[in-house]
């Protein structure tokens, strides 16, 4: 691939990707960076760190920002100084998942470990679900006063936390699947299952009807998979206003 003023040779050595990897470590070790700043510690042409530059920008990975002058300013504005953002900062390793294995570990000691340890971490797990689903549940709520469809406003709400979640008809089943296609927790949670099983229990209590976990990704299976039975009403298209008992008997149904 060819861009506007061909690559210089030690990008067609390292290749794109790898290149902007080292443009966005060396903003994280060194702090916010100019232009010049990076070309200079990196080795690469001015263009090229700006063509990175932009990608990430593009990729909310990075974000320009006006430089802190001390003393003396020279003509002209001062050069953008370009840091990371949080979203670039999480795509390296923090140690977050770590930390989060390591608190619930002393939870359970703390408690006594054995039995009271594991509730203690399960009451831990339903109180974090229940904090973080206040969001989950006015979405639910809503759609259920106007009429919408519950597991679909679920999944929305869930998407929006970062599990890229899905609604969809069961097959072969009277049902839905609610699909989590990613799991911000799931290297915890493959230690602490507590995690799956509060979020089950919350998913249950909010939809007002008994569901059943399917997959996790925790425990290593593609996608968290949560059956919803007798939800299919809910997803289904409204049907035709000449219709009127099918309509009152399926539209915006509450499976409670």
């Known amino acids: 691939m060819k861009y506007v003023g061909e690559a210089p040779p030690e990008e067609l050595a390292t290749g794109e990707h790898s290149t902007r990897n080292r443009v966005a470590r060396s903003i994280l070790d060194h702090g916010p960076s100019t232009v010049t700043e990076l070309a200079g510690r990196l080795g690469l042409t001015p263009a090229a760190v700006r063509r990175h530059l932009d990608a990430l920008a593009a990729d909310s990975m990075v974000e320009p920002r006006d430089q802190r002058v001390h003393g003396s300013r020279g003509r002209g504005r001062p050069a953008k100084a370009f840091a990371l953002t949080d979203c670039g900062r999480d795509a390296f390793d923090q140690s977050y998942d770590q930390l989060a294995a390591d608190a619930l570990r002393w939870i359970a000691t703390a408690a006594g470990g054995g039995e009271r340890g594991e509730a203690a971490v399960a009451a831990f797990a339903r109180a974090r679900i229940a904090d973080q689903g206040a969001a989950y549940r006015r979405a639910v709520e809503s759609a259920e006063t106007d009429g919408g469809r519950l597991t679909e406003a679920l999944a929305a709400a869930l998407s929006a936390d970062g599990y890229?979640?899905?609604?969809?008809?069961?097959?072969?089943?009277?049902?839905?699947?609610?699909?989590?296609?990613?799991?911000?927790?799931?290297?915890?949670?493959?230690?602490?299952?507590q995690l799956c099983e509060a979020e089950t229990e919350f998913f249950s209590e909010l939809l007002g009807t008994h569901v059943?976990?399917?997959?996790?990704?925790?425990?290593?299976?593609?996608?968290?998979?949560?059956?919803?039975?007798?939800?299919?009403?809910?997803?289904?298209?409204?049907?035709?206003q000449t219709t009127h008992h099918a309509s009152e008997s399926t539209a915006g149904r509450n499976p409670a």
């Open 164 to 193: 890229a979640a899905t609604a969809r008809s069961a097959p072969n089943q009277q049902g839905e699947q609610l699909c989590q296609h990613h799991c911000p927790v799931a290297h915890v949670a493959a230690q602490f299952p």
């Open 212 to 240: 059943q976990r399917l997959a996790t990704i925790a425990h290593g299976d593609g996608v968290c998979t949560t059956f919803i039975p007798g939800a299919t009403a809910q997803h289904a298209a409204p049907p035709p």
